[in-house]
């Protein structure tokens, strides 16, 4: 059976386009879903993608044929679902908040305090109120993912304390809560693409990075860094974002199948950041990098407090409390 594979197409005239061409692929008996993600196939990203396909296939009996792509740059992974381009995106939550503003609160430093902490946040009412909001800003949000929590490496440039960060160039993500904090901290923020980033590395353009050990690891960014610092400043969440007009498309037993599958995505990358956050210290130390385990973490957060008060002032402080104390009950 032919594919139909979508295009990039030009505004109502493609909008009217891409229309009827998921109508005759359904007609055809099978729908396409092409999914994007940013790293490679044996990844935390990577197993949720190939999760959801053997899921979501299964269910449907093969009505719905899933097509995993890689696609570094984020933010056009979000504008091609936004626009309709393609259907799905597994994407870091950091460029997210150029399109869904309020998750930004989810980026805001030392908010968390471990996995179950987070976990917890996103799969109960704050994580349901902010999927709720994806809709009105041309996204449906499936599932939250997750990166892990971001971690620093420099180059040759080494840290004895935050005040050593002081007019160092650290590569962040195009979000402004990251840029914001280590603003705060002296440091010079640097944001760029993902996909800018190992050459940024490789010819010194900046002195270092930061992210959660799975993706240091899946895409070897320690071969180009020297130090590796367990700051665990910030908790990377991930996104499965849709396109809405694509969802409202499928017939109710499909779309129970596409969330019932972006849940079954969802564990999967969960339990492959645990084994690479497991793994991962110990198999970047016997590549050579060095790890320094930081003992005060106080100290960062007093480096990064002068934010604080513009993030209270932006998501509230009542908010952002009630994300701090949350307990399992």
Same mark, same amino acid.
């Given at each position: 059976m032919s594919h139909i594979h979508f295009v990039k197409l030009g505004t109502l005239t493609g909008a009217l386009a891409l229309s009827?061409?998921?109508? %005759? @692929?359904?007609?055809?008996?099978?729908?396409? +879903?092409?999914?994007?993600?940013?790293?490679?196939?044996d990844s935390h990203f990577g197993e949720a993608a190939i999760a959801f396909e053997q899921s979501l296939e299964a269910q449907t009996e093969g009505a719905i044929d899933v097509v995993i792509q890689r696609l570094d740059n984020e933010r056009e992974a979000l504008e091609s679902v936004q626009f309709g381009t393609q259907e799905c995106a597994i994407v870091s939550a950091g460029p997210l908040g150029n399109f869904v503003p309020e998750t930004r609160v989810l980026d805001v430093p030392f908010l968390f305090d471990g996995y179950e902490h987070a976990r917890g946040v996103l799969d109960g009412e704050t994580g349901?109120?902010?999927?709720? +909001?994806?809709? $009105?800003? =041309?996204?449906?949000?499936?599932?939250?993912?997750?990166?892990?929590?971001?971690?620093?490496?420099? =180059?040759?440039?080494?840290?004895?304390?935050?005040? !050593?960060?002081?007019?160092?160039?650290? $590569?962040?993500?195009?979000?402004?809560?990251?840029?914001?904090?280590?603003?705060?901290?002296? %440091?010079?923020?640097?944001?760029?693409?993902? @996909?800018?980033?190992?050459?940024?590395?490789?010819?010194?353009? %900046?002195? =270092?990075?930061?992210?959660?050990?799975? %993706?240091?690891?899946?895409?070897?960014? !320690?071969?180009?860094?020297?130090?590796?610092?367990?700051? $665990?400043?910030?908790? @990377?969440?991930?996104?499965?974002?849709?396109?809405? !007009?694509?969802?409202?498309?499928? !017939?109710?037993?499909?779309?129970?199948?596409?969330?019932?599958?972006?849940?079954?995505?969802?564990?999967?990358? $969960?339990?492959?950041v645990e084994k690479d956050e497991l793994v991962g210290i110990e198999t970047l130390r016997d590549r050579g990098i060095d790890i320094v385990e930081i003992d005060d973490i106080q100290a960062y957060r007093d480096a990064m407090a002068s934010a604080y008060a513009d993030f209270e002032a932006e998501f509230g402080a009542e908010r952002l409390q009630a994300i701090r104390d949350w307990s399992a009950e």
């Open positions: 009827m061409s998921w109508g %005759v @692929s359904s007609a055809m008996g099978q729908t396409v +879903l092409t999914v994007t993600h940013s790293s490679p196939a349901q109120e902010l999927l709720a +909001l994806f809709p $009105r800003y =041309g996204l449906e949000g499936v599932a939250w993912m997750e990166n892990g929590f971001r971690n620093l490496t420099t =180059g040759s440039k080494s840290i004895a304390s935050p005040g !050593d960060l002081v007019g160092m160039k650290i $590569r962040t993500m195009e979000n402004p809560i990251h840029i914001a904090a280590w603003q705060a901290a002296g %440091v010079l923020p640097t944001p760029m693409a993902f @996909s800018e980033l190992p050459p940024a590395l490789q010819q010194g353009t %900046v002195d =270092g990075q930061e992210n959660p050990i799975p %993706v240091i690891l899946a895409n070897n960014l !320690d071969m180009m860094q020297q130090h590796l610092y367990l700051t $665990r400043h910030v908790y @990377s969440p991930g996104i499965f974002a849709c396109n809405p !007009d694509f969802v409202a498309g499928l !017939d109710e037993q499909q779309r129970a199948a596409l969330e019932t599958s972006g849940a079954f995505a969802a564990a999967a990358n $969960r339990k492959r």
